[in-house]
């Protein structure tokens, strides 16, 4: 089992930057693939990025798409969100979630609770 937790949340203002972290615990997160999904109120949830086990290949929606960018530290057993030059679109729940094996669009297996980013403009 691995238990995900999301933090880093928070209100900003449009064009502000946020940092989202995925700490994981249980089991080490090395062994899984983490992907940032977000669902925005009364709307499908949707991934935003994807990172593979070892970090070397990453996959981002075209809406964020050169302001977002995903990052890992299996030392830390955490996976990262930075997120600049936010827009009130970007406001929705972010989650984390891992699956074993490389499929962004895939099943996965575990889901962190979600953490609130609300971009005011």
């Known amino acids: 089992q691995v238990q995900l937790v999301e933090s880093g949340g928070a209100l900003v203002q449009a064009g502000g930057s946020l940092r989202l972290s995925c700490a994981a615990s249980?089991?080490?997160?090395?062994?899984?693939?983490v992907g940032w999904f977000r669902q925005a109120s009364g709307k499908e949830r949707d991934i935003v990025a994807a990172?593979?086990?070892?970090?070397?290949?990453?996959s981002y929606a075209d809406s964020v798409e050169g302001r977002f960018t995903i990052s890992r530290d299996n030392a830390k057993n955490t996976v990262y969100l930075q997120m600049n030059s936010l827009k009130p679109e970007d406001t929705a729940v972010y989650y984390c979630?891992?699956?074993?094996?490389?499929?962004?669009?895939?099943?996965?297996?575990?889901w962190g609770q979600g953490t609130q980013v609300t971009v005011s403009s």
């Open positions: 990172i593979s086990s070892s970090g070397t290949t990453l």
């Open positions: 979630a891992a699956r074993r094996g490389w499929a962004p669009l895939g099943r996965y297996d575990y």
């Open positions: 249980g089991r080490t997160l090395s062994s899984y693939a």
